[in-house]
């Protein structure tokens, strides 16, 4: 197993909806990679755990419990568990998402 990733070689947009990677599982945390295709929304939702956002690339919104935060390169976002959030692409759009335990 790999204890390195590249996170951008790993980004690829699909022509619609979203791609998700799983990058590492364990028992305290999980990471995953989102991209998300340009005009994408993910509908309201809330996570059981805390975590974390990291945007790679991108430009969007992302609702988390009620306040619209700019997805854009960089853009770190920490959500409490149980945060009732949502996402919308303005263009394609790639995210790191870490959940805790």
Known sequence: MN????????VEYP???VLSKD???SERMNVTLFCMASGTEISEYT???QGIVY????KGAFVLEGEEIE??????????ENAV????????T????????
């Open 55 to 58: 945007v790679i690339e991108g």
């Open 71 to 80: 997805m854009r390169e960089g853009v770190l976002i920490r959500m409490k």
């Open 3 to 10: 204890l390195h990733k590249n996170i951008l070689e790993l």
């Open 23 to 25: 990058i590492l599982r």
């Open 94 to 101: 790639s995210f790191l998402l870490m959940l805790f335990s």
């Open 47 to 49: 996570s059981r755990r």
């Open 15 to 17: 022509k619609d909806g």
């Open 85 to 92: 959030h949502s996402l919308r692409a303005e263009k394609n």
